[in-house]
């Protein structure tokens, strides 16, 4: 089991550092953003689980991985993780949540949308560190596609410069977009 640190309630920032971490643990390539995901009980302040792209096998995306190890640990189906996930879950991630996938995967969006079927009604917010930039999909619309099922985004400002540069590594530098902003704000 890995050791997390202690974040103090509410430190938006302090997770999305955790997650930009862990999204430095995912190997370089051309062809995906390295991200990282931390999914946290906010009424309890406990990371439940977390994840990073290609962290499991298969083309994997760092919400996934952190769902997947959620599910995998209280052993139930992704499709039943709404029922298990505490009341006041949320979602803390490096980069705007994809909309579309060309491997086959589901979707990340699909994958939080889902977590609203079940008693406690999944997660609620995600905390967003960065826009996701064109280079794969012209026009994210992830963040909207969140917000019309009801899901509540938050661009948490502070990180966008380290996230993008560790997002793209790989990558050749013109697709590197520093500008990428959006969402609520939290100062």
Do not use: W
Not at 2 to 26: F, M, V, W
Not at 83 to 110: A, F, H, K, W
């Amino acid at each position: 089991m890995e050791t997390l640190p202690t974040i103090a309630p509410l430190e938006h920032l302090e997770y999305l550092r955790l997650a930009l971490s862990l999204a430095q643990q995912s190997p370089p390539k051309p062809t995906n953003f390295r991200v990282g995901a931390v999914l946290v009980d906010e009424g309890s302040n406990r990371i439940l689980s977390t994840g990073f792209t290609l962290e499991l096998p298969g083309n994997t995306h760092a919400e996934q991985c952190a769902l997947r190890k959620y599910c995998n640990a209280n052993r139930v189906d992704e499709e039943e993780i709404g029922s298990i996930l505490p009341v006041q879950t949320v979602l803390y991630t490096t980069m705007e949540p994809c909309q579309t996938r060309s491997t086959g995967n589901l979707p990340c969006v699909d994958r939080i949308i889902g977590t609203l079927k079940g008693m406690n009604l999944g997660i609620k917010t995600v905390y967003i560190g960065a826009k996701e930039p064109s280079t794969f999909v012209a026009a994210n619309a992830g963040q909207s596609r969140l917000e019309e099922a009801g899901i509540v985004c938050v661009h948490v400002p502070g990180l966008e410069d380290q996230i993008l540069q560790t997002a793209t590594k790989g990558h050749s530098p013109e697709e590197y977009d520093s500008g990428a902003h959006h969402g609520k704000h939290i100062t």
